[in-house]
């Protein structure tokens, strides 16, 4: 298996340069549950050359089911260290590496990255996120999704804290909405890896109303003074 024939599609789509470049670039994705999930599988397989998957939490049964990286084979082990196993077994081109600690623990290593992907479920480690980056001057991308809705936003110079940032604990949820607002996120993620135009610190709302009609809002962030 070669590089050329592993990535073809994309190649035609943008070249062997721009994929080869891929493949100097380092992300981390911090969260390997549903939107961790997503990221790994759609950003793991398209030529990025090293991925860090963050997360303490072990696989449940009852997560299984918008957590597409799991199977019920998988439940009790650690969520990051079974994504990078399924990476290593899908892109031979691919260094992933698992971090089985909190955010806080891992921030401390003080490891460096092109990009940094929000695929937590909590306020107050995105507040956290948004902080280290800036200090670290690295552009993120966050994203949540509660019920039928999701919102996602490549924060780059806009300010974090203009989110009420309280523990809040989301409600039920589906398998699509996640895999939807996952796949907005690796799209943003990899045309900015891949050096093509993207839109910063705007904030993309994402429903469905009652009639099961996709609604997409746009929003500009403020930027911190």
């Known amino acids: 298996m070669t590089l050329e024939a592993y990535f073809n599609r994309q190649i035609q ?3 062997e340069a721009t994929q080869r470049s891929l493949a100097k670039k380092k992300i981390a994705i911090i969260g390997s549950g549903g939107l961790g999930c997503t990221l790994a599988m759609a ?6 050359g090293e991925i860090h998957m963050v997360d303490f939490d072990t696989v449940s049964s009852h997560n299984i089911h918008r957590q597409i990286a799991f199977t019920l084979a998988d ?5 990051a260290k079974t994504v990078v196993e399924l990476l290593e077994r899908k892109n031979p081109f691919l260094k992933a590496v698992a971090f089985d600690m909190p955010f806080e623990d891992f921030k401390a290593l003080g490891n460096r990255y092109d990009l940094i992907l929000d695929a937590t479920d909590n306020l107050p480690v995105r507040g956290e996120i948004d902080r280290h980056a800036k200090a670290t001057d690295t552009p993120w991308v966050y994203a949540s999704v509660e019920e039928f809705n999701g919102q996602v936003c490549f924060f ?3 300010d974090f804290e203009v989110f009420n940032i309280s523990d809040h604990k989301p409600g039920g949820i589906a398998a699509p909405i996640v895999m ?4 907005l996120q690796a799209n943003l993620a990899l045309r900015y890896l891949a050096g093509l135009s993207v839109a910063k610190d705007k ?13 997409t809002q746009k929003f500009g962030m403020p930027v911190k003074s």
């Open 156 to 158: 780059d110079k806009a």
């Open 203 to 215: 904030l993309y709302y994402l429903y469905f109303n009652d009639e099961g009609e996709l609604v």
């Open 43 to 48: 950003l793991g397989t398209s030529g990025i």
């Open 180 to 183: 939807h607002i996952g796949s």
């Open 75 to 79: 439940e009790g082990k650690n969520k």
């Open 13 to 15: 789509l943008w070249g």
